[in-house]
């Protein structure tokens, strides 16, 4: 089973779309004068979509979130004041120069807006990321010894030349409007970070099929502000991921840095984005999600490497958890966790159980659910390690 | 001829230590200090306030008023009263100005002649963490974000006296505060004249000071309180503001617990007022958990309860209170309702609001009515830049209704669904995604 990955402009639809050989499914992301409205999922025939399959996807497509455009784009209103000037983009990367230069390349492609492109090479097992950034002359290198994607994340917000540190991940690719979407919602002064959506590049194998199915990256086509007021802090996946963010770089002062002993590269392998927007929105202040600021994620293409991402989110979710009940005294992280069991993971797994069973395999959600039962521990045996790596400084 | 361009009035009232730190930040300013007089208004100071004053040495000239207790109002008109600049501006003696505020108020009056001019107060919670301050500095950042919305109309409450500017001229026309409000909102009466009078608000991003907040718990009870009996002034002074004050909010309202509090606050306010202290209570072991959600709704009920004390120490019973709610107003008559077609475009439709400044608007688009928008009595009068987000928040169906029975929505996104959408009915989640 294999997916092609389609965008259709709605000023500008074709009568029917053809090409597309092997593909037995086509992801369809449509857009209204280039903004995002809607995403279908349509068969594929001989290898093209026709005119009657289209017309019935597209005559779903006419809801509110286009409607909200039609209506955005007859009064043409303004955004309050625009951010002005410019930001920093960073790339936490290790030991993957071939995705890097795939998303480096489309970086440059992007409006010149000033922008700095900065890659941090997390404790790297060679210098072929170094070999690769020293060609491109517009964007800065920097090497982290600490290991561990935090610490990376840390380093950006240090080493960036402007107040807006916008981050994208080594496997992603960015859409041209992009940087200028995920900076636009800054003029409210609570807002330390804003989200994107995050759209499959590819969706090749079963494996990241699985992933878009089951954790997508995609909260949907309307902009949303959270705040404590209105979201359950401890709940932060719905807010957004690493792979697309930008934060206000005084966060680090306003409610502290990423925790090193959280995310890739540690032994709690995830969390590090999530326990940062919960941290924002338990200090006060509040995170805006913009459908506008897409960015292609490339997801892991083996059932191996779905596997274990799946059991690194279990992992992490429950480690951050860990950090927020014994750290930041946060007592609703117990309801959170019973809200996610109840309503989630408990009927996904007994559905996986049943027999005839076509929505989550089993052993995706128990990589999962075992990833959970590790999380605290393996805070706490990353907090000891992060604490040894400083003390032996 | 004016001696000075801007003269700035400070109440103060024993904070001899923030008073020195924003004297400090006004000897800061870009704008030329010889043009600036400050008056500081020493109300009822009982700490050494006026003696340290008199001491210290200022870039610009200083002129010091002592006087008892007349609250903030009182205190704010005696030093307009002796102001001899054309613009005056007013800061509370908690904020800490930016360098360029003088400048940026003073550019205000130059681009927009006679316009009142509302600055930043950026809240400073000096590294504070608790709930309440969260909660204050929330509620401060809102009341600006909505100002920066572009095509903003601005409402009687947004008047806030801690950073502000207006012409000197137009403050003595109107008489300057009403000292009656001798604890809070002296400033949204004003405002609400101001209104009244036709005049127009802008917020100056960068006429901002900062804001260091220093409401606690119990500072909010006492505020409360001093908001319902200052909401009963304002109700019976302007009585078409009624409608939106919060003591209206509980009429008829069904809501055991709202009935309940009412009851404790007008019959037994003993009793509530112990009640009152153990919430308190329960809302310290309810931060020490983090458990936002309960915390917040103790809240509110110990916030209703405090502003209801406050309404009925005023009123002295509950009678009372109902025959203010239900008495009768001469409501002025207020023809300055226009229609306008959007049909014939947004320029011309935006020139005539301007023109005409009405109070509300009868919308149509060619044939299809859109609605009316209802004479807020709390609100400016209506510019042309405040129509397109008017139509963006209150008639976005009916708009896109009409657009598409005239053709102008495609077949393909979802004419004929629109054409069908019944009453004007909106989805409630707008906005936010349906998962």
């Given at each position: 089973m294999t997916t092609k990955i389609l965008e259709i402009e709605l000023t500008d639809i074709p009568d029917d779309i053809s090409g597309l050989g092997r593909y037995d499914h086509a992801f369809i992301l449509f857009r209204f004068k280039g903004k995002p409205v809607n995403r279908s999922v349509v068969p594929v025939k001989n290898g093209q979509i026709d005119s009657?399959?289209?017309?019935?996807?597209l005559h779903k497509v006419g809801d509110w979130s286009l409607w909200n455009r039609l209506l955005s784009d007859y009064l043409k209103l303004e955004n309050p004041s625009v951010f002005k000037g410019p930001a920093t983009v960073a790339i936490c990367t290790r030991d993957r120069p071939k995705d890097l230069q795939r998303c480096i390349e489309a970086l440059l492609k992007l409006n010149d807006d000033g922008q700095e492109i900065l890659v941090i090479d997390n404790y790297p097992s060679s210098d072929a990321t170094f070999n690769l950034v020293k060609k491109y002359d517009h964007v800065s290198y920097v090497r982290e010894d600490k290991r561990g994607l935090n610490n990376a994340r840390n380093r950006a917000l240090k080493e960036a030349a402007y107040d807006i540190v916008a981050f994208i991940d080594d496997d992603a690719v960015p859409d041209p409007g992009w940087l200028r979407a995920l900076l636009r919602n800054f003029h409210d002064p609570l807002v330390l970070c804003t989200t994107g959506m995050t759209i499959p590049y590819e969706l090749e194998t079963e494996a990241q099929e699985w992933f878009e199915l089951y954790s997508t990256f995609n909260r949907g086509f309307f902009r949303k502000t959270f705040d404590s007021s209105n979201v359950s802090p401890h709940l932060s996946g719905h807010i957004g991921a690493g792979v697309?963010?930008?934060?206000?770089r005084s966060v680090v002062d306003l409610v502290g840095p990423f925790d090193e002993a959280l995310d890739a590269g540690t032994p709690t392998l995830s969390g590090g984005d999530n326990e940062m927007f919960t941290r924002i929105l338990t200090q006060g202040y509040r995170i805006v999600y913009e459908p506008d600021a897409i960015n292609f994620h490339c997801h892991r293409r083996t059932w191996g490497e779905l596997k274990q991402t799946l059991h690194g989110y279990g992992v992490g979710v429950y480690a951050a958890w860990t950090r927020s009940l014994l750290c930041d005294r946060e007592f609703s992280v117990l309801w959170a966790a019973w809200l996610w069991f109840n309503s989630n993971q408990l009927p996904t797994l007994i559905r996986s159980l049943l027999p005839g069973n076509r929505g989550i395999p089993f052993s995706l959600i128990f990589s999962e659910i075992s990833g959970c039962i590790k999380g605290p521990w393996a805070y706490l045996i990353s907090r000891n390690q992060a604490r040894?790596?400083?003390?032996?400084r | 001829m004016k001696r000075y361009t801007v003269s700035i009035v400070i109440p103060t009232h024993n904070r001899s230590a923030s008073l020195i730190r924003l004297l400090t930040a006004l000897s800061k300013q870009t704008y030329p200090l010889e043009e600036i007089e400050v008056i500081v208004v020493a109300n009822g100071c009982?700490?050494?306030?006026?003696?340290?004053?008199?001491?210290?040495?200022?870039p610009f000239t200083l002129k010091i008023i002592e006087q008892s207790d007349q609250g903030p109002a009182g205190a704010r008109n005696n030093g307009a009263g002796r102001a001899e600049g054309r613009f005056l501006i007013f800061l509370d003696d908690d904020v800490e100005p930016s360098s360029s505020l003088v400048e940026s108020f003073v550019a205000a009056h130059t681009c927009s002649p006679g316009k009142i001019a509302i600055g930043y107060l950026h809240p400073n919670m000096d590294g504070k963490?608790?709930?309440?301050?969260?909660?204050?500095?929330r509620w401060w950042e809102d009341q600006f974000n909505a100002m920066r919305e572009p095509g903003h109309r601005f409402s009687y409450h947004e008047m806030l006296s801690g950073n502000f500017s207006i012409e000197y001229e137009k403050f003595r026309q109107l008489g300057g505060f009403d000292t009656k409000f001798r604890a809070c909102l002296d400033d949204s009466?004003?405002?609400f004249r101001l209104l009244k009078s036709g005049a127009s608000f802008v917020f100056i991003e960068n006429a901002k000071g900062d804001h260091h907040e220093n409401r606690n718990l119990r500072g909010m009870y006492v505020r409360k309180y001093n908001e319902g009996q200052a909401e009963v002034l304002l109700a019976q002074k302007h009585p078409e503001l009624r409608p939106?004050?919060?003591?209206?909010?509980?009429?008829?309202?069904?809501?055991?617990?709202?009935r309940l509090i009412l009851t404790f606050a007008f019959y037994l306010s003993r009793i509530g007022d112990i009640a009152s202290e153990t919430l308190h209570k329960l809302l310290f072991i309810l931060e020490w958990l983090r458990l936002r959600r309960p915390w917040r709704t103790i809240l509110n009920i110990l916030m209703i309860y405090w502003y209801m004390r406050g309404v009925a120490d005023k009123l002295g019973s509950k009678k009372a209170y109902l025959n203010l709610l239900n008495e009768d107003f001469f409501q002025e008559e207020d023809e300055s309702v226009i229609e306008i077609d959007l049909a014939q475009g947004f320029a011309g439709a935006e020139q005539r609001i301007d023109e005409e400044r009405p109070k509300g608007l009868k919308l149509r688009y060619g044939k299809h009515e859109i609605g009316t928008l209802n004479q807020f009595p709390e609100m400016e009068y209506l510019r042309g830049d405040h129509l397109r987000p008017i139509l963006a928040k209150y008639f976005q169906i009916q708009i896109l209704k009409a657009l598409a029975s005239e053709g102008l929505v495609e077949e393909k996104f979802g004419k004929a669904r629109l054409i069908e959408f019944g009453g004007g009915f909106l989805p409630a989640d707008l906005g936010e995604d349906k998962e």
């Open positions: 009657d399959t289209l017309n019935d996807v697309n963010m930008a934060f206000r040894d790596r400083n003390w032996s | 009982t700490d050494r306030t006026t003696e340290i004053l008199k001491q210290i040495q200022t963490r608790d709930f309440i301050s969260k909660e204050l500095r009466e004003f405002g939106v004050l919060t003591l209206s909010r509980f009429q008829g309202y069904s809501i055991i617990l709202y």
